[in-house]
Structures are given as C-alpha cells and as structure tokens.
C-alpha cells in the first residue's frame, strides 16, 4: 500500500499525547476507533527488541472507554457479554466478546466493573457505543451510554514496575495480572491497570482529563530516562509471537469466538443469556469449520500484508493468513491464519500465497513456541 499522509479532520481525533508522541520519533500512523493510533518509531524489529528488553511509553488512547451506567447497567453489560459478568467486581478486568445474533464477533473488549452500577467497556476497533445504545433503546432499559474524556496511557516491559514504582509508589509492585486500583498523582486519583496489549507485562493508566496528558506524560518520561524507556506503540512482531489476536485482523463479525480459539470466554453452560448464545450453542453442538492457528512461512522475510494471503492443502483452498511478519527471534516468517477445521494446528504443511509466490509453510499452535 502506498505511504500517503492522512489529513486531519473533525472525524479524525489526536489525543492528551500527540505532541509528545510525534516529538519521540514516531514514523507512522494508523486510524483505530476514528483516533490517530501510533503503528511504529524506529522500525518493527528495532521496537521489538526494545520492548523485550527495556521499557516503553505507548499513546493507547484509541482503547476507547464506553461507558455503561443507571439503574440497569449490570443488565446490560450481561447482555451484552459473552462471558457471564453476573460476578464482576470492583477492581477487577475482565477480557469479554461481544457477539451479533448470529455469534459473530462485534467486539473484544476489557470490561472494568467501577461498581455495581457502572461499568467501563474498553474496546478494539468498532463502534460499541452504538450497538449497547441500540440495545438498551430496543430493550427499553434505563441506562446511560456514553464515551468519557478517558484516555490510557500505557507502561510496557520488562522494566514497567521499576518506572510505575518510581512515579506511583512500591505498592503498584504488589498488583496483580487483570487487576484495578487507584493511585495518587499530583492530587489526582488515577485509575491503573496491570494490563496491556504485549506478553512483555505492564500497565495502562486510564487518564480521566485530557488537559492533563502532556504533563502525565512528561512525568514518565523523565523517570523513564535511568531505565532507557522509549515511545513506542503496540508491535506486529511482538503480538503475533505471543498469540495476541488483533479485531479488524484476525477476527471479524465473519468470525465466532469459538472459531478464534475465545471459547473460554464464553459462558454457554451457564443460566447466562446474551446476544447470539442461541447460534454459538449451535456452533458448539455442529463443530467448527474453521479454527484460528499459527503458520510458519518459509523463504526470505516478507513485509506485512495490508491483505490476506491465501492457504491451499492438496491443491484445495484451506483458509487464509490475516497478519503476518518476519521474527528476527524466531528467523522465520510468522503468521495467524483462520484455517479450515480439516487441518490441524500441529504442524501440518500448507502452501501460502505470498504475492505471486507460493511458498511451503507449517502449522502451529498459538502463542508460538
């Protein structure tokens, strides 16, 4: 795809940190939840190791907070969750598909129970607010849906306790994976989770004031400094390493999440009633024809696809490639492919279609190993 600049507009949102973002060396953008999102600094590869080493500061403004509050809040976040949020509690994130009438994925958001009558659902890339507003209007439920001045800023790497700490306090150490708390800072009450999209570990602090982004970030920045932090941004190569499925990508409302391997998140052997439990119960009961698994692809390095690549098994079609790119770690081509439930994710050999090039390729379970 050719590299054209992207000319801001109303529809098209920067956050608290672009400035800050833009002054660190940023050298592209994407487009995610109508928001400016950061796709790299130095290169893929120079960001992996980076991340895998060191520390990094990464604008995730675009993880959008919809909120969901009144007196019928907790019902409709249990309809509209996949997963059984009868439980939530306070402090606690819970990772929860959103799903259509036919089990298709609309969403996979983090959803944060603030209390009983609040809840925050930060999304991937797609218009939640709609979709719960439509439900609450068509179910005549009293409750209010609206998007806050929420904006995270995440702290991702091996060396994130040691910056939090520092800014936060030691007790930031003790927070545990999928956990929730409030800190001070500056007078304010930050909201902080231990969460992020890397398996380098870390955190995302939810700031509630976008007036407040430079200075928040500048805070972090010159503590960052003894632990040779950079900016950085969520990374192709890192989070297909590590298995992190990427909505938009990997999965679409073409796609189930037992068809994405999600099924762990799906509560259909409870009393719980959600939008499209009826079609995944039948999913469930049929078998898939399709699974999602990862592919090692062989030859030369290959650029990341801004299309899918298509997979053959004995000259038949068998399913396609959805992200791709080269793991100088693993020294081969990697990729996340929806393939047909006839081939198995324990290294069965493919054939992918890499431009006009057909190159061999072997299946593999997620996250690579």
């Known amino acids: 795809m050719a590299g054209f600049p992207i000319v801001a507009s109303r529809r098209l949102r920067s956050t608290p940190f672009t400035e800050r973002v833009e002054a660190a060396g940023l050298s592209s953008y994407s487009v995610y939840n109508h928001m400016l999102i950061p796709v790299s600094f130095a290169s893929l590869t120079e960001d992996c190791a980076h991340l895998k080493e060191h520390v990094q500061i990464w604008d995730v403004s675009v993880e959008r907070q919809v909120e969901i509050s009144g007196p019928d809040a907790h019902d409709l976040v249990m309809k509209l969750s996949a997963r059984d949020m009868s439980q939530a509690r306070q402090g606690k994130c819970y990772y929860a598909p959103i799903t259509d009438g036919q089990g298709g994925m609309l969403n996979d958001p983090i959803i944060l129970c603030l209390d009983k009558n609040r809840y925050w659902l930060s999304i991937a890339d797609s218009d939640v607010a709609l979709w719960a507003a439509g439900i609450a209007e068509g179910l005549g439920m009293n409750a209010t849906i609206h998007e806050p001045d929420v904006s995270p800023l995440a702290i991702q790497g ?21 956990n929730y708390a409030y800190y001070d800072w500056r007078g304010h009450e930050l909201l902080i989770a231990r969460s992020g999209w890397s398996k380098q570990g870390g955190f995302e602090i939810y700031l509630h004031d976008s007036a407040l982004g430079t200075i928040l970030w500048d805070d972090l920045w010159e503590i960052g400094r003894a632990y040779e932090m950079r900016a950085g941004c969520p990374n192709l190569i890192e989070r297909i390493e590590g298995g992190l499925l990427s909505y938009g990508n990997d999965m679409t409302r073409n796609d189930t999440p037992l068809e994405c391997g999600l099924g762990k998140y799906v509560s259909l052997d409870s009393a719980h009633d959600f939008i499209g439990k009826k079609a995944l119960k039948i999913q469930a009961e049929q078998g898939l024809t399709k699974h999602i698994m990862g592919v090692k692809i062989s030859g030369p390095p290959i650029a990341p696809p801004a299309n899918i690549f298509s997979c053959r098994s004995d000259g038949r079609e068998a399913g396609i490639v959805t992200s791709a790119c080269y793991s100088a770690d693993f020294d081969t081509n990697l990729g996340i492919a929806m393939m047909s439930s006839s081939i198995s994710a324990s290294g069965d050999l493919i054939d992918i279609l890499v431009g006009d090039e057909w190159r061999s390729a072997q299946t593999s379970p997620l996250p690579f190993s």
């Open 158 to 178: 091996p060396k994130s306790d040691d910056v939090m700490a520092a800014l936060f306090g030691e007790e930031i150490r003790t927070l545990k994976f999928f």
